[in-house]
């Protein structure tokens, strides 16, 4: 229902605000006094036509017409630089939408606001309701009533869809035909497995091969470097013999050093002992002469001769 209709510089409306009631509502009014200019309006917002700038008013501004619908206000304005639709829904929480206009379509979300169609609209000088149309026009005036052309649309769209399942069955099974025949050029794919199996191996055994065959260039590298060390050394090699004499040499006379230390140390303990004997010898030289001079020729006590 509309509550309503808002009208703001379209051909003699500078400003229109009608409020409209439920039911049946009747404006009235001279000749060229705007009437049909309201109907008008409302058809530019509920079918977006016409198209250009000829209903726009010559005082200038924003060319606007609005709907208060109750549940949703939906708005439509051309200006120099807006050519749009809007609609705002109460309960909603993103506020207002805008959608712009384009050609002579009407934005899907407005049409299901409005749910308005041409066929609710009928001008002063229209024909009477249905009575001149032909039975074809009267079909297809209730088939859109009754959607039965949306009805028409889907099935078209499920018959088209059925086409289009039917053509890639087709196909599928051509390419299925395709893939088969192909599969007959793998039918010893079993025997070929088995060979890949012993190339896999063969690969593997080439791979610790050639480690090998590294290492052994590596072991080979190493050999020719001692070879040319052993051929700078071999000069040295020939004086082998005099460095052991050398050696056999410098070991003996450690060995006779050793034995003339041994023989020092005998030596000296001889010495030594010597020089100990001569002090005994001289002190009991001494005892002695202390002895005689001390004790006479007879003893003391037994009488006997000393």
Known sequence: ????????????????????????????????????AILRA??????????GDSFRSDWGGSTFVELDLGKFTVWRVRNKDQNEYGMWNPDATKG?????????EVPEEVQKALRISPISIQQQHDLLYLFTSSPGEVAKHFNTLAHIDSIDSSIKNVQRWLRDLERKVISSEE?????????????????????????ERLEKQKAEKSMKAIQLKDYISQYKTVESALKE???????????????????????????????????????STRSRTEAIEFKLERLEEEYENNFPDV???????M
Request: hydrophobic residues 40%; aromatic residues 4%.
């Open 1 to 36: 229902m509309i509550n309503t209709l808002t009208i703001r510089n379209f051909q003699s409306h500078k400003e229109t605000i009608l409020d409209l009631s439920p039911g049946v509502n009747v404006i009235t009014g001279p000749s060229d006094s705007g009437k049909s």
């Open 42 to 51: 409302l058809i530019w917002l509920v079918e977006n036509r016409p198209s």
């Open 96 to 104: 207002a939408l805008i959608f712009k206009a384009v050609r002579s």
């Open 175 to 199: 390419h299925i035909d395709g893939l088969k025949l192909q599969l007959t050029q793998f039918e010893n794919i079993e025997s070929l497995e088995e060979k890949v199996k012993a190339l």
């Open 233 to 271: 050394l071999k000069p040295i090699q020939k004086l082998s013999k005099k460095v052991d004499s050398i050696a056999k040499l410098m070991k003996d006379r450690k060995g006779l050093n050793a034995r003339a230390n041994a023989i020092d140390n005998i030596l000296s303990r001889i010495k």
């Open 299 to 305: 003893c003391p006590l037994c009488e006997r001769p």
